[in-house]
Each structure stands twice: as structure tokens, then as C-alpha cells.
């Protein structure tokens, strides 16, 4: 039984890349979530699955926070894991061309954890100007 995901477009998922657009309402984190897991899985990248959802979900809740358009999520396997680990280089895209703003949430504080979670999560993280908006992006250390 499959799960059923609302994706606007799928751009790659075979090979070393994988591209979706999702459209900017609330199932969109959840339906990117499932679809990383699933690519991950069928890397056999299962060890770092758990946390690159984790930051994928909390980047596309940002982006519905403040844009409106699709956003989408790009992952990049990491080339010659024989043994010695590499790199997965994780995307999220949106409209909004203002680059996100990492804050210090408090203790009381519902939201404003995200980017403090991908910075302390990843072994780098950024952001930079696209055609047509913004991406933001990390990469996690894949153990060898």
C-alpha cells in the first residue's frame, strides 16, 4: 500500500538526485517528509533518514510560514560511500527571496527552533538566491 502524495511536479528521482515541488499548504511538510524518507530508503542512506526529515520537515514548515508558492526539496546522494562515508546534500526551495533569519527562540517560544536545529544538526548549512526566490541547504556526514 502506497502513500498517496500531492506533489506538483517531480522533476528526478532516479540516479544521484532527487527533485520534487510541493504546493505551499500544510500537507506539503508531511508529504516531503514521506518522500525523502522513501529516496533515502531506497539509497540505503536509512542512517541518516530520521534526521534529514527532521530538518526537511522544519525548513518546509518555514517556507509555508512565510512564502506562498511551491517549494521545493532536492537531495544529492553522496558519490563513493566504499567504506568511507561522504556527504548528502539536502535543498529547500520557496519563492520568498529574503534569506531566513536564525533567532533565539525562548523557552516559551511555540516556533523559531528551525534553523537553530539545522545549524546544531549539520555538518555545514546556508542559503542562496535562485531564479526565482530563495534556497536553503545542508549537508549531513553519511557514515561510511
Given at each position: 500500500m502506497g502513500v498517496a502524495w500531492e506533489v506538483i511536479g517531480v522533476i528526478d528521482t532516479e540516479g544521484d538526485c532527487a527533485d520534487w515541488t510541493f504546493p505551499a499548504?500544510?500537507?506539503?511538510?508531511?508529504?516531503?517528509?514521506?518522500?525523502?524518507r522513501a529516496r533515502l530508503r531506497d539509497w540505503d542512506l536509512d542512517s541518516v533518514a530520521d534526521i534529514t526529515a527532521l530538518l526537511v520537515s522544519e525548513l518546509v514548515t518555514?517556507?509555508?510560514?512565510?512564502?506562498?508558492?511551491?517549494?521545493?526539496?532536492r537531495l544529492v546522494r553522496p558519490t563513493g560511500l566504499d567504506g568511507v562515508g561522504g556527504v548528502l546534500l539536502v535543498e529547500v526551495s520557496d519563492p520568498l527571496p529574503d534569506p531566513p533569519r536564525e533567532r533565539v527562540a525562548?523557552?516559551?517560544?511555540?516556533?523559531?527552533?528551525?534553523?537553530?536545529?539545522?545549524?546544531?544538526?549539520?555538518?555545514?548549512?546556508?542559503?542562496?538566491?535562485?531564479?526565482?526566490?530563495?534556497t536553503v541547504w545542508f549537508e549531513l556526514a553519511v557514515p561510511g
Open positions: 499548504d500544510p500537507g506539503a511538510v508531511r508529504a516531503a517528509r514521506a518522500a525523502v518555514n517556507a509555508l510560514r512565510h512564502a506562498t508558492g511551491p517549494i521545493g526539496v525562548h523557552p516559551e517560544d511555540e516556533s523559531g527552533r528551525g534553523l537553530q536545529l539545522v545549524a546544531h544538526s549539520s555538518r555545514r548549512w546556508g542559503t542562496r538566491p535562485g531564479e526565482a526566490g530563495k
